[in-house]
């Protein structure tokens, strides 16, 4: 199935364009639904019409000059697939954080194997940039129009927005990074604080 990406420039600076979408024809689906006026799911739900849902967030450790990311992998099962924690040995701010933590997961989601997902966060500019919503910061403008590029490596990407609440084992594996010396991941077998919150967000999902 071929589909077309409408091409938008966006001004990152004054004198300085940079597409954050390209035209193009191409036999997977990049789809991009999030819109300005949907409202930000509060609690962590199974993907629907995809197989997987990969949810990212990234933590910042000020006093340590570094910065965490966290990712988590699930099928529209509920099943663990896979997680990663991973170490960022650089001294970055809160949004270059989120776009790093965002591009990890879309590398990530390559290395596992899977094609057609739900990649989540609770960065609103982020997933607004990712899904042509809104203009990306200028200081992650280039790191965005890569993602962007990246995701036609895979069958379907969707972008998709929630609260913190659903983003809970997200951003426990990013916080956990601290302790790390670069990264953790897990593959269908997973700790016992990994347990717990999927546990936990199960029981919210089929409960509300």
Same mark, same amino acid.
């Given at each position: 199935?071929?589909?077309? /990406?409408?091409?938008?420039?966006?001004?990152?600076?004054?004198?300085?364009?940079?597409?954050? @979408?390209?035209?193009?024809?191409?036999?997977? #689906?990049?789809?991009?639904?999030?819109?300005?006026?949907?409202?930000?799911?509060?609690?962590?739900?199974?993907?629907?019409?995809?197989?997987?849902?990969?949810?990212?967030?990234?933590?910042?450790?000020?006093? =340590?000059?570094? #910065?965490?990311?966290?990712?988590?992998?699930?099928?529209?099962?509920?099943? @663990?697939?896979?997680? /990663?924690?991973?170490?960022?040995?650089?001294? /970055?701010? #809160?949004?270059?954080?989120?776009?790093?933590?965002?591009?990890?997961?879309?590398?990530?989601?390559?290395?596992?194997?899977?094609?057609?997902?739900?990649?989540?966060?609770?960065? /609103?500019?982020?997933? =607004? !940039?990712?899904?042509?919503?809104?203009?990306?910061?200028?200081?992650?403008?280039?790191?965005?129009?890569?993602?962007?590029? !990246? !995701?036609?490596?895979?069958?379907?990407?969707? @972008?998709?927005?929630?609260?913190?609440?659903?983003?809970?084992? #997200?951003?426990?594996?990013?916080?956990?990074?601290?302790?790390?010396?670069?990264?953790?991941?897990?593959?269908?077998?997973?700790?016992? @604080?990994?347990? =717990?919150?999927?546990?936990?967000?199960?029981?919210?999902?089929?409960?509300?």
């Amino acid at each position: 199935m071929k589909v077309t /990406l409408l091409t938008r420039i966006n001004t990152i600076e004054s004198h300085r364009l940079l597409p954050t @979408f390209v035209n193009v024809h191409t036999g997977c #689906a990049c789809t991009l639904p999030v819109k300005k006026s949907s409202a930000a799911k509060k609690n962590w739900v199974p993907p629907t019409g995809l197989n997987y849902k990969e949810n990212v967030d990234g933590a910042v450790f000020s006093a =340590q000059k570094t #910065a965490g990311v966290g990712v988590v992998i699930r099928d529209n099962e509920c099943h @663990f697939i896979a997680g /990663l924690s991973k170490k960022l040995n650089l001294p /970055l701010g #809160a949004i270059e954080t989120e776009a790093t933590t965002v591009e990890v997961g879309i590398t990530f989601a390559g290395e596992i194997g899977i094609r057609d997902f739900v990649l989540e966060g609770d960065s /609103l500019i982020m997933i =607004q !940039a990712l899904s042509d919503s809104a203009l990306a910061p200028s200081s992650v403008a280039s790191l965005v129009y890569g993602i962007a590029v !990246a !995701a036609y490596d895979f069958r379907s990407v969707k @972008f998709s927005h929630v609260c913190r609440n659903g983003n809970i084992l #997200a951003h426990l594996l990013a916080k956990h990074a601290l302790g790390i010396v670069d990264y953790c991941d897990w593959n269908e077998k997973s700790s016992c @604080f990994i347990e =717990q919150a999927l546990l936990h967000d199960v029981s919210m999902a089929f409960t509300n």
